[in-house]
C-alpha cells in the first residue's frame, strides 16, 4: 500500500462503547464503519459544496486486512491516501493505527457518480488531482 502518488490525510477516532463486542474489543464490523468515515471525512475536507452538490460516491469493492485489536478508551489514528483512478472508478487506501502501529489496513473501490442521474462519471484530471490532494 504505496502513498507516493497521493497526501495522506487523518482523523483522530476514539473508541466508544458501542464500538466494543461480547470479546471486549473494537467489532470488526466497526473496522469496516471507520474505513468508511475516513474516506467521507477526506472527500469533506478536499471538496466544496458545489462539488458535493454534482458527485455522489458508491462504494464497488472492500478488503480489509486486521492485524491488531482496539480497546474502550483508546484513540484511533485514521489515514488515508488515493491510488489509481480508472475510467470512473479510483482506489482508496486507509490504515488504522493505535499508538503507531497498524491493527487494519483497507483497500476500497470506489465510482463517481453523476448526483442527478446516479450514472458513473468519469474521473477527469481535476478530480483526480483533488483526490490526491495534488497539482492537474
Not at 484511533?76 to 491516501?81: A, H, V
Not at 482506489?91 to 487494519?104: C, P, Q, S, T
Request: no cysteine.
Amino acid at each position: 500500500m504505496s502513498h507516493s502518488t497521493s497526501t495522506l490525510f487523518g482523523i483522530e477516532i476514539i473508541v466508544k462503547p458501542d464500538d466494543i463486542d461480547q470479546l471486549n474489543h473494537v467489532n470488526n464490523v466497526v473496522f469496516v464503519r471507520w474505513v468508511q468515515e475516513v474516506a467521507v471525512a477526506h472527500w469533506m475536507a478536499t471538496s466544496n459544496e458545489a462539488l458535493r452538490s454534482l458527485y455522489s460516491w458508491m462504494l464497488l469493492r472492500h478488503e480489509i486486512d486486521y492485524l491488531g485489536q482496539a480497546f474502550l478508551g483508546e484513540r484511533i489514528t485514521g489515514t488515508t491516501w488515493v491510488g489509481q483512478a480508472k475510467g470512473a472508478t479510483f482506489e482508496r487506501f486507509v490504515e488504522l493505527k493505535r499508538d503507531g502501529n497498524v491493527i487494519a489496513k483497507s483497500r476500497t473501490v470506489w465510482a463517481l457518480l453523476d448526483k442527478k442521474s446516479l450514472k458513473p462519471r468519469r474521473i477527469d484530471k481535476e478530480m483526480e488531482a483533488l483526490l490526491a490532494n495534488t497539482k492537474p
